[in-house]
């Protein structure tokens, strides 16, 4: 299985700030496009899918949330952070069966 | 618009099988490159992918969970269903099911979960 790491683990930041959370691939996960999804999930609630194929943008996300890849190590970035924005976010490969997803990263009020 | 809504016990017993069904509106699992996914969240833990079935019958499996795990569609009933055997506590967890199309998005419409218990 592919293992997608997160980190932070935890992250504390306030309203208005600009976070980067970081997931790294054990192997690649690019092919002709990079297969990496990224997720927001509030408690007790289904995620929500916010970046695919590393970079585009879902409809209807706000603009300030943005995804990059550079080999097999991967950014979500949030710009100024609104109170919205405090949940857990999740990374996901759909290169290679199992679609392993990471570990998560809880973003918290400072 | 697409929805999915899992169904199936909230409780069950150690060694049973637990029945999950997934049924959706909004897109035909008839369609190509179209598929379903089952993923579970034990309480306070992470996502896991569980399996998936395409438009083809194409079904992949977590290779972990392989054994236990099936899989089935019924395109007339617009349902997918998952079954999985030999239930231990330690499968507690909120089962989702979610929409996919190859090549595209991964998981982009989700159910909104289904917690199972798993106790004697």
């Known amino acids: 299985d592919i293992q997608m790491t997160q980190s932070p683990s935890t992250l504390s930041a306030s309203v208005g700030d600009t976070v980067t959370i970081t997931c790294r691939a054990s192997?690649?996960?690019?092919?002709?496009?990079?297969?990496l999804a990224w997720y927001q999930q509030k408690p007790g609630k289904a995620p929500k899918l916010l970046i695919y194929?590393?970079?585009s943008l879902e409809s209807g996300v706000p603009s300030r949330f943005s995804g990059s890849a550079s080999g097999t190590e991967f950014t979500l970035t949030i710009s100024s952070l609104q109170p919205d924005d405090f949940a857990t976010y999740y990374c996901q490969q759909y290169n290679i069966f199992p679609y392993t997803f990471g570990q998560g990263t809880k973003l918290e009020i400072k | 618009q697409i929805t999915l809504k899992e169904s199936g016990p909230t409780l069950v017993k150690p060694t049973q099988t637990l029945t999950l069904t997934c049924t959706f509106s909004?897109?035909?699992?008839?369609?190509?490159?179209?598929?379903v996914g089952w993923i579970r969240q034990p309480p306070g833990e992470a996502l896991e992918w569980l399996a998936l079935i395409y438009w083809d019958d194409d079904k992949r499996y977590s290779p972990s969970l392989k054994n236990r795990l099936t899989i089935t569609k019924d395109t007339s009933k617009n349902q997918v269903v998952l079954t999985m055997t030999n239930m231990d506590p330690v499968d507690t967890a909120t089962y989702y099911c979610?929409?996919?199309?190859?090549?595209?998005?991964?998981?982009?419409?989700w159910g909104q979960g289904t917690l199972v218990t798993v106790s004697s």
């Open positions: 192997q690649s996960i690019s092919s002709f496009t990079t297969w």
């Open positions: 194929k590393a970079s």
């Open positions: 909004g897109f035909s699992l008839s369609t190509s490159t179209v598929g």
């Open positions: 979610a929409h996919s199309r190859y090549g595209a998005k991964s998981l982009d419409y």
